[in-house]
């Protein structure tokens, strides 16, 4: 079944929360945010996505949760504080104004973050980037699904147009030749009767030659009957595939409309043409 782009998923696992976005994009970009202290993770990280994502562009944002079991306190350095403070108060003594908290606060050094160990931190981390990359590719699994019913009954309207186009391609030689006929009766007037058989014809064949569009349509019914194996296999990640064989199938469809002879043929390459366009634009949203 084929796979969106787009999907959100996240996860609050062992006091970090884990949030990883995906939208369309034509090839695949991966993009990691972490807490400083963890940026030594990024590849190990970005392997970890890289194994479920073949296509789109992917945000991963971890950011520390606030879970109490696991949260602990900053640590303040009190005794920097008490120096930052008499200098401060001095300073403020001597120039006029006044000492607070969040003067010394805004100072570095005060408050910092407890230092972890780095590779008892992987595992925990680990474990929240897997559960995240679960809840999204289900999001995409979804979508998926949605995009699939929508092209299906697309390709089903493009079958019964081929129908149509069939019939009216066996029924465009003699619409040419009463078309012609007409003409000429138009013209030659009471003269009519000379018209030279043989000639209109000879005419009639080179316009069916020029006009025969029959291989056209077996390559089109081809391409049809292989993007709908193609969109009901199990395979995910078939996006490019299916753009590649939408391109064969407009290929068709111009060809077609440019031998066809008749109104009614060229209305309905029109109309399959709105539905490629259609199914073009479902198609982006796939990996």
Known sequence: MPRSMTGFGQSDR????VEIKGVNHRYRDIRIRLPKDLSSFEIP??????????????EV????????????????????????????????RD?????????????????TENIRNPEEQWPLLQEGIISALEAFTTTKDEEGSRLKGDITARLEALVRMHERMKQNAGEMVDI???????????????????MDEARIEQEVALIADRSDI???????????????????????SVGRRLDFMLQEINRELN?????SQIVNLSHIVIEAKAEVEKIREQVQNIE
Do not use: W
Not at 45 to 58: A, N, P, S, Y
């Open 14 to 17: 062992n006091g970090y929360h």
């Open 45 to 58: 990280v970005r392997d970890l996505v890289h194994e479920h994502v073949h296509r789109g562009k992917v």
């Open 61 to 92: 944002n971890v950011t520390r949760g606030v879970a109490a079991e696991v949260q602990e306190r900053l640590p303040i350095n009190r005794e920097l504080a008490r120096l930052y403070f008499d200098d401060l108060a001095g300073l403020a």
């Open 95 to 111: 120039f006029g104004g006044e000492v607070t908290f969040r003067d010394i606060l805004a100072l570095p050094g005060i408050m």
């Open 176 to 194: 040419y030749r009463e078309r012609l006929l007409a003409r000429l009766r138009e013209l030659l007037g009471d003269n009519a009767d000379r």
């Open 214 to 236: 029959t291989e056209e349509l077996v390559r089109l019914h081809s391409h049809i009957t292989s993007f709908q194996e193609v969109i009901a296999a199990p395979e995910p």
């Open 255 to 259: 060809t077609i409309g440019s031998k």
